[in-house]
């Protein structure tokens, strides 16, 4: 059994940052892909950001290059999401998750390679 916790969300300003984590427990320490995805009200779910296992190698949605950066140490079982400049369309549920995988650096953007998720942690970004 896997779990996810996300935290670091809440209310900032546009044009303010937030760092998100997530903490993955239980028998989370195989090598596996993380991701970061989100939901605003009224919209589908969407890709954010993904890290490899080894930390090296990451890709991120057009709405998110330049402004967010998803990190992990190699073998780390805790993800981080920085965001700066933040834009209220950037208001969301932001939910991490996880896929085993037998390659240290592959990525997966697709939430559906995705079988383990968090509850989520709500990003609300004022104008």
């Known amino acids: 059994q896997v779990r996810l916790a996300e935290s670091g969300g809440g209310l900032v300003q546009a044009g303010g940052s937030l760092r998100l984590s997530c903490a993955a427990s239980g028998r989370a320490n195989s090598v596996n892909s993380m991701a970061w995805f989100r939901q605003a009200p009224g919209k589908e779910r969407e890709f954010v950001a993904t890290i490899s296992w080894n930390g090296i190698f990451t890709d991120y949605a057009d709405s998110a290059k330049g402004r967010f950066t998803i990190a992990r140490n190699s073998g780390s079982t805790t993800v981080f999401l920085q965001m700066n400049s933040l834009e209220p369309e950037d208001t969301a549920v932001y939910s991490c998750?996880?896929?085993?995988?037998?390659?240290?650096?592959?990525?997966?953007?697709?939430?559906?390679?995705?079988?383990?998720w968090g509850q989520g942690t709500q990003v609300t970004v004022s104008s």
């Open positions: 998750a996880l896929k085993f995988t037998n390659l240290p650096g592959a990525i997966f953007a697709r939430q559906t390679a995705y079988p383990y």
